[in-house]
């Protein structure tokens, strides 16, 4: 079904630092993930969940980005003239995809800050937010439910998934309450990156969120929080604190991500989605056992 109205807001301000000396002159959201750059698929994630309009909000050295959600007409023409039609489409792909805007962040102050700029383009429709280190498995649908959240309660979404407590501190955290229904439930307090000890649950907010405007409100008067950074989890704090601001709800997240901001988890995604292809699959999956049994 196609949302008119809901618009994805992607901040890709990032320096890319745990990939150095790969995003020295690339940004971490070109390195490709088998073929295609890791936010083709955050793209293509909007669009099957029916989001046509997709605002990036860029940093400094983000051209890489623009030029490859736009056509190309030298390269598109050598591959016509050849009949080369399969890698034209790919090529064709990425550009026909999605409405694609851009728009600089200015000063890098933080995740909050970056949404907070979305303001003029998000307009008054509820609007999903997409960290374009999380590649969410097209085969376990998560933005859907969260629209579908928000359609029938009128609240702000979160996605949280259960983390081993060891790692709680590179997340969002997220206190609880059930609900009627085991993958969604009402969020009742959050906090930004926790040490261990002081972490509320091992439920961990990953990158996809469905905000309503509400949120720019907020997010004006967000002080910096954790790293010295306008935070986006410390806006939503307030928001699930204020019984005049809509409630923030989670679906809780139990199928496949994969965090391509860790290196280790760059690899095994790859890995993940080359032996499932078609392609690749029926020669890499025997590879890799066999290079296992070697190990
Ligand atoms: C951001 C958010 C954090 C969230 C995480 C998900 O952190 O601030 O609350 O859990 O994304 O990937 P970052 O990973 O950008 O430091």
């Known amino acids: ?70 056509s190309v007409p030298e390269l598109e023409g050598r591959l016509t003239e050849k009949g080369d039609d399969s890698r034209l489409g790919h090529v064709q792909r990425s550009s026909d995809l999605a409405d694609v805007h851009l728009l600089r962040q200015g000063e890098p102050k933080g995740l909050g800050h970056a949404v907070h700029r979305a303001k003029q383009h998000v307009g008054d429709a509820p609007f999903a937010v997409m960290l374009g280190d ?12 969260m629209i579908e959240v928000n359609e029938k309660r009128g609240v702000m979404v979160v996605a949280l998934m259960e983390v081993d407590p060891e790692s709680i501190s590179m997340y969002g955290c997220a206190s609880v309450e059930a609900t009627d ?68 709800y989670g679906v809780i997240f139990r199928g496949r991500r994969y965090d391509t901001g860790d290196k280790l988890d760059y690899i095994k995604a790859i890995m993940r989605l080359a032996a499932d292809r078609d392609d690749l699959g029926p020669e890499l999956r025997p590879w890799i056992k066999e290079f296992a049994a070697g190990l």
Do not use: C, W
């Open 1 to 70: 079904m196609e949302r008119a109205k809901i618009k994805a807001v992607m901040p890709v301000a990032g320096l890319g630092t745990r990939f150095l000396p790969a995003t020295k002159a690339t940004p971490k959201e070109m390195l490709p993930v088998v073929d295609k750059p890791a936010i083709q698929y955050v793209v293509e994630e909007a669009v099957a969940a029916g989001i046509r309009d997709v605002l990036m909000i860029i940093g400094r050295n983000k051209n890489a980005i623009a030029n490859h959600f736009d």
């Open 134 to 145: 999380d590649l969410i498995d097209e085969r376990d649908p998560l933005l859907t439910t």
């Open 181 to 248: 229904d085991p993958d969604v439930v009402k969020v009742t307090d959050l906090v930004e990156k926790p040490a261990k000890e002081d972490a509320p649950s091992n439920l961990a907010i990953i990158g996809r969120y469905l905000l309503t405007p509400e949120i720019f409100g907020v997010l004006e008067h967000t002080a910096p929080g954790k790293g010295g950074e306008i935070q986006l989890t410390d806006a939503l704090k307030e928001v699930a604190a204020d019984p005049a601001q809509p409630d923030v």
